[in-house]
């Protein structure tokens, strides 16, 4: 079983900046992917960016250029660097893993989830 532990929200303004960690503990040693996902009031979880193993990373459409996924050198803990946001990415934000196997999006193939976040972006 791996956990994580996700920290960084917060309050902040339209246009500013925040940084969100997750911590991953437990049975880490295997190849996993490790993403970020959202879900704001009313409307379903929703893709953010993923890292995978390799190193290689994705992003949706409409977090690309503005939020970037990055990880440490023990590849036990990962971040978002949210930047520009907008009321839009008002949301919980969670932290997800899954065995690093192919690519994907999808929030029903990620099998460890952190307990989540809450980011509100503020006018």
């Known amino acids: 079983q791996v956990q994580l532990v996700e920290s960084g929200g917060g309050l902040v303004q339209a246009g500013g900046s925040l940084k969100l960690s997750c911590a991953a503990s437990?049975?880490?040693?295997?190849?996993?992917?490790m993403g970020w996902f959202r879900q704001a009031p009313a409307k379903e979880r929703e893709f953010v960016a993923v890292?995978?193993?390799?190193?290689?990373?994705y992003y949706s459409d409409s977090v690309k250029g503005r939020f970037t996924i990055s990880r440490d050198d023990a590849k036990t803990t990962i971040y978002l660097q949210m930047n520009s946001l907008k009321l839009d990415d008002t949301a919980v934000y969670y932290c997800?893993?899954?065995?690093?196997?192919?690519?994907?999006?999808?929030?029903?193939?990620?099998?460890?989830w952190g307990q989540g976040t809450q980011v509100t972006v503020s006018s």
């Open positions: 437990g049975r880490t040693g295997g190849r996993y992917a």
């Open positions: 890292i995978r193993w390799s190193g290689d990373t």
């Open positions: 997800a893993g899954r065995p690093d196997y192919y690519y994907t999006s999808s929030a029903l193939e990620y099998d460890y």
